[in-house]
């Protein structure tokens, strides 16, 4: 059984930073991507970061660029995101969505998505 478990959301002030957790077990870790999207009410699902293990490639949407950092431990099977200088319009929930293979920008590619992880940024 495929299992995502982020953590790590929470309420921060802006300007603060956090970093959210994906756990994942239940598939072949080392040949997988990860993604982490977010979805604040009333806005479409974007893709702010994704990573392909198996080449340690990572990309990061320009919108969050240099604020946001996508890492993985492998021994954990974990994926963070690092969210520094978060600012209101951070606030959403956070998912983590996993695949085999290359990692994509959209979210039809993913299979596994975890059960997501709010973060709310107070001004």
């Known amino acids: 059984q495929v299992l995502l478990v982020e953590s790590g959301g929470g309420s921060v002030q802006a300007g603060g930073s956090l970093t959210l957790s994906c756990a994942a077990s239940?598939?072949?870790?080392?040949?997988?991507?990860m993604a982490w999207f977010r979805q604040a009410p009333g806005k479409e699902r974007e893709c702010v970061a994704h990573m392909y293990i198996t080449t340690g490639n990572t990309y990061i949407a320009d919108s969050v660029k240099g604020r946001f950092f996508i890492s993985h431990e492998a021994a954990k099977k974990t994926v963070y995101l690092k969210i520094n200088n978060v600012r209101p319009d951070d606030s959403a929930m956070y998912y983590c969505?996993?695949?085999?293979?290359?990692?994509?920008?959209?979210?039809?590619?993913?299979?596994?998505w975890g059960q997501g992880t709010r973060v709310t940024v107070s001004s």
């Open positions: 969505a996993a695949r085999i293979g290359a990692s994509f920008w959209q979210a039809h590619w993913y299979d596994w």
């Open positions: 239940g598939y072949d870790y080392s040949r997988s991507s």
